[in-house]
């Protein structure tokens, strides 16, 4: 099936830096993107749906200035969290659309811890 | 999007059947209904999805009624290895593409 790949698996950064996580399609081209956060013990909450050459569209309550997402090309997808704040800790995943069914493939996740 | 309620949690013996119920009660004609499981730390998994028909993969078997308002996901053999939380979501191949998770079934198999 296909793949999507996530990285870094995890990351520690400092209170008011910015971490940058990509999303990569590794065998096939995905013009669409979802991004999505998810605390422990709670379920994926969708952020934003990045579009291929356009600007994401983000759901209500994310903010769009401080999630950067950038879906520069058809194969790659990333996700900038700027001035990060420890409340910013959590699992960030990845989704791309593939296949005749349209199913949607999940990344392995990526940890970014803000201290 | 359609909303699924799944239960919470269950448990499972080793080795027997699983039986995981979803309801999608509203869900529409073109609506199909996808499951996936996520083990803890990773990223979910696809299982299996489905329109109205039965299916079958070497994962699992999904059950959906005649009417389309639930379905069952069944793991014939169950080991240790598919303890995680299974999520059911019914979603349309067209349109806006966005998956909205509930809170899925913490699915414990048991030795």
């Known amino acids: 099936g296909a793949v999507v790949s996530q990285h870094p698996s995890w990351v520690i950064c400092k209170s008011g830096t910015s971490v940058k996580i990509e999303c990569r399609s590794l065998?096939?081209?995905?013009?669409?993107m979802f991004w999505y956060r998810q605390f422990p013990k709670q379920s994926l909450m969708l952020m934003a749906t990045?579009?291929?050459?356009?600007?994401?569209t983000y759901e209500q309550g994310v903010e769009k200035d401080k999630f950067l997402i950038n879906h520069a090309s058809l194969t790659l997808s990333t996700l900038t969290v700027t001035s990060a704040h420890p409340e910013d800790s959590s699992f960030y995943i990845c989704?791309?659309?593939w296949g005749p069914g349209n199913t949607i493939y999940f990344g392995e996740g990526s940890w970014l811890t803000v201290v | 999007d359609a909303k699924t309620t799944q239960p919470p949690s269950m448990d499972c013996a080793e080795g027997r059947a699983a039986n995981l119920p979803c309801n999608h009660s509203?869900?529409?004609?073109?609506?199909?209904v996808y499951w996936y499981r996520q083990i803890h730390s990773q990223g979910p998994q696809y299982i299996i999805h489905?329109?109205?028909n039965n299916e079958t993969n070497e994962m699992a078997s999904l059950i959906i009624t005649e009417d389309r308002k639930s379905s069952t996901l069944i793991l014939p053999h169950a080991t240790l290895r598919d303890t995680a939380v299974y999520y059911c979501?019914?979603?349309?191949?067209?349109?806006?593409?966005?998956?909205?998770f509930g809170t899925g079934t913490r699915l414990k198999v048991l030795a």
């Open positions: 989704s791309a659309i």
């Open positions: 509203t869900i529409s004609g073109n609506e199909y």
């Open positions: 489905g329109l109205k």
């Open positions: 979501i019914s979603w349309k191949a067209s349109g806006t593409y966005k998956y909205i």
């Open positions: 065998d096939f081209q995905a013009t669409t």
């Open positions: 990045s579009n291929e050459g356009s600007k994401a």
